[in-house]
């Protein structure tokens, strides 16, 4: 989900959509198109998409960011964006992509799952004064926005399963937006606090050994309800996870987490 400014928004393309206002989409096999989106792709993944390919592929967030990113730090920010990996086959394809299709269907992105969709979060002043602005961008060449079924914003979020996706990648989407101001200072976003940062975001694995197996419960009270969940559940411990950056970084304060 991108952030943007109000200086920005008349240089964002695409057809906004609002409300239950409609637009026409619908992929299927039968298209000529399909799975040609799966191929050189930007595709940004979020702290809840991790977790989520991680489970499917059944392998720890160590081995997934290892295997399947790349990281970057864009000039504009301050905090590392992952990126998915695409193969090094000549056409560039999704790592996940079959002859069959998408093999981690069930999982798949928030960005895959939107699709055609694409979201950002429009900042006027201040974190606390946004709004999710949706549009509508198929690439030229797709067919699928040439099918006749209508749909608005909330029935292809239905469709697709994407409500919970929307709402994790909305939370960080907020968090993320504070980077774009330097915490840092000179140890900059790969010094041992960003690292830490970093952790607590996408190495959900990493993070859970580092609240119950180092000294973290001894200087952080969470939230009773949260940490009895946390030890097996990945989404309550990213919750956690998003309450400690803002915390730790911003000392921006929560019910989830406090000093002891």
């Keep these: 989900m991108k952030s943007i400014t109000p200086d920005q928004i008349i240089n964002v393309s695409g057809k906004r959509i609002t409300g239950n206002e409609k637009f026409h989409f619908q992929c299927h096999e039968k298209l000529a198109c ?3 989106c799966c191929r050189n792709l930007n595709l940004f ?3 809840y998409d991790i977790i989520r390919l991680k489970q499917n592929l059944n392998i720890s967030s160590d081995v997934f960011l290892d295997t399947y990113v790349d990281i970057i730090l864009r000039p504009d920010n301050f905090f590392p964006d992952v990126l998915l990996k695409m193969t090094e086959t000549d056409e560039k394809t999704c790592p996940f992509l079959t002859e069959k299709g ?3 269907y069930l999982d798949r992105p928030d960005t895959c799952r939107t699709f055609p969709i694409e979201k950002g979060m429009l900042f006027n002043d201040n974190i606390n004064n946004h709004t999710i602005i949706s549009l509508f961008r198929p690439p030229d060449f797709c067919l699928g926005r040439h099918e006749h079924k209508s749909l608005t914003l909330n029935k292809w979020a239905e469709d697709q399963k994407a409500f919970t996706h929307n709402k994790m990648t909305e939370k960080w989407s907020l968090i993320k937006y504070l980077f774009y101001n330097d915490p840092w200072g000179s140890e900059g976003a790969y010094g ?3 690292k830490m940062a ?3 975001a996408y190495n959900i694995d990493k993070f859970r050994n580092f609240i119950f197996k180092s000294t973290f419960l001894k200087r952080y ?3 009773t309800s949260m940490l009895k969940k946390a030890g097996k559940d990945d989404t309550v411990l990213l919750g956690i996870g998003f309450s400690w950056i803002k915390f730790f970084i911003f ?3 929560s019910k989830n987490i406090t000093i002891r």
Excluded: D, Q, T
């Design 34 to 36: 399909f799975n040609k």
């Design 102 to 104: 998408c093999s981690v």
């Design 45 to 47: 993944l979020y702290p």
């Design 198 to 200: 970093f952790m607590a």
């Design 192 to 194: 041992p606090k960003g």
């Design 221 to 223: 009270k969470v939230k």
């Design 251 to 253: 000392n921006i304060k």
